[in-house]
C-alpha cells in the first residue's frame, strides 16, 4: 500500500498560533477562551481537562470569574472586546492577522460610506466578528441568487469582501454580478491562500488516491469542504475526526491512500491514522 500525506494537511498558520497561544497560558488560570478555540472536540476537550473554560456570549461575562481571554483565529467584533474591557479581563489576542486585516478594511470602508458586502456564511463566527467591524450595517450573501435579490440605491459605491475559507471562483462570479449591474465596487480579495492551496492539493492528491481519508471535525465547514471536493473526484473518500471511525475499513497492498486534514486537525491525530491506515493493509 502506499499513502500520501498531504503536505497542507492540518492546522494554518493562523490556528496554529491560537492553538499554542493556549498551550503557552495554561498556567494562567483563570484561563478562557471566547468560543472553542477550534473546531476540534479532542483538543477542545484535553483544554476543558486542563482547567480551560469555554466563554460563548458577553451575557457570561458579569457573573464569570475575572481572568484570561483568549480570543480564538476567527476574530470577533469590537463589542466583544469592550465587553471585555467593561468586565476588566485581560485580553490575549490570537486573531489571525488575515481575518484582522478584514477588521481593519471593514472598518475603514464602512466609516468612509461605503454599503459593505460581505461573501460567506452569515453564522461563521468569523463572519459575526468581521460584521462587528462595520460602522453600518453589512450585506452577508453566500449565493448568486442572493446576491442577484439585492436592492440597493445605483449611487452606494460597495465593498465586497470575502470570508477567508470562501470558495474563489464563487466569489469571482458573485463579484460579476454586481460589476455586472453597474455598481462601483471596491474588492478586497480577502480569501486565504492557505486554504485554496489546501483543497488543491487535496484535488490532485484525490484524483490518484484509491482511496481519500479527510481527517477533522464533522462540524468544521473547512473540512467538510475538503471532503466535498475530495469525494469529487475519489469515490471512496472518507470523513473521520479520529481511528475510531476508520474501524471497518480494509486496504489491499496495491491501494493508494490519500491523506488530508482540515485545518483544525493535531498533527498527532493525523499520525495515529496513519499508523492505523498501515495496520489494515491485507
Ligand atoms: S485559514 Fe487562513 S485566515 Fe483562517 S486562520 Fe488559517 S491562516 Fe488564518
Not at 135 to 154: G, Q, R, W, Y
Not at 217 to 230: A, E, P, V
Request: aromatic content about 6%; hydrophobic content about 35%; glycine content about 6%.
Amino acid at each position: 500500500m502506499q499513502i500520501i500525506v498531504a503536505k497542507s494537511a492540518g492546522f494554518c498558520f493562523g490556528v496554529d498560533k491560537a492553538v499554542k497561544t493556549v498551550y503557552d497560558h495554561i498556567s494562567d488560570q483563570p484561563l478562557y477562551t471566547y468560543g472553542p478555540i477550534i473546531h476540534n472536540p479532542q483538543v477542545v476537550k484535553d483544554l476543558e481537562n486542563k482547567g480551560v473554560r469555554v466563554v460563548n456570549h458577553i451575557d457570561e461575562l458579569e457573573q464569570a470569574e475575572k481572568g484570561n481571554m483568549i480570543i480564538r483565529s476567527h476574530g470577533v467584533g469590537e463589542d466583544v472586546y469592550q465587553a471585555l474591557e467593561k468586565e476588566r479581563f485581560h485580553i490575549i489576542d490570537a486573531t489571525c492577522p488575515y481575518v484582522k486585516k478584514i477588521h481593519r478594511i471593514i472598518n475603514e470602508f464602512s466609516k468612509k460610506g461605503d454599503t459593505i458586502i460581505i461573501v460567506g456564511d452569515a453564522n461563521h463566527p468569523e463572519i459575526i466578528g468581521i460584521e462587528g467591524w462595520s460602522t453600518v450595517k453589512p450585506f452577508i450573501v453566500s449565493t448568486k441568487e442572493e446576491a442577484k435579490n439585492l436592492d440597493i440605491p445605483m449611487d452606494k459605491r460597495l465593498c465586497i469582501i470575502a470570508q477567508t475559507t470562501f470558495n474563489p471562483i464563487k466569489f469571482k462570479e458573485i463579484i460579476e454580478i454586481f460589476v455586472h449591474k453597474g455598481y462601483h465596487v471596491d474588492i478586497k480579495n480577502t480569501i486565504c491562500t492557505a486554504t485554496k492551496e489546501r483543497q488543491e492539493e487535496a484535488t490532485q492528491l484525490a484524483k490518484k488516491a484509491d482511496r481519500m481519508i479527510v481527517i477533522g471535525g464533522k462540524n468544521s465547514s473547512n473540512t467538510r469542504k475538503l471532503y466535498q471536493l475530495c469525494k469529487n473526484q475519489c469515490d471512496k473518500t472518507y470523513h473521520i475526526e479520529t481511528i475510531e471511525d476508520l474501524e471497518l475499513l480494509k486496504v489491499g497492498n496495491d491501494e493508494v491512500i490519500g491523506i488530508t486534514a482540515g485545518a483544525s486537525t493535531p498533527k498527532n491525530i493525523i499520525q495515529e491514522v496513519i499508523t492505523h491506515v498501515r495496520s489494515t493493509e491485507f
